[in-house]
C-alpha cells in the first residue's frame, strides 16, 4: 500500500512446497494468483490497474498466460471488461458511503 499500515494492493498466492523444493525439476513455480480485496483498497491507488500490470510483466517474463481460475486465457477484452464492472462495484460501495479504503469499508468486508 502507499501508506505504511494499510493493507496491500494485491496478494501474490503460489504453491510454496515446489518453491522450497530441492529437486530442480520439481522447484518451478508454474502458476501463482494475484488477488485483489476491492473493498480494502481505495479506488485512488488505482488497484486493477496495478494488478493488471502486474500480471502483463509476470507473464512476459515467465513466457506465461494470464487466465481465469479456471484456466481460461484472459484478453485485453475480457480484462477490460472487468475494469469496467470493477468501476461499477466501486460506484456501488461509494453509492452506500462504504467507498473502499475506508475505514468503514474494511471493517465491513474484513
Partial sequence: AAVAGLPPILSLTFDTQAAMAEDPAMSAIREFSLSL????????????????????????????VVTDGNGQILGED???QIATDLQ?????????ELSAGTP???????
Wanted: proline share 4%; glycine share 2%.
Fill in 37 to 64: 480485496d476491492v473493498p480494502q483498497i481505495a479506488r485512488e491507488d488505482q488497484p486493477f490497474e496495478r494488478l493488471r500490470e502486474a500480471a502483463r510483466l509476470l507473464a512476459e517474463h515467465m513466457d506465461g
Fill in 78 to 80: 475480457v480484462l477490460d
Fill in 88 to 96: 461499477q462495484l466501486y460506484d456501488a460501495l461509494a453509492a452506500r
Fill in 104 to 110: 468503514q469499508a474494511r471493517r465491513l468486508f474484513s
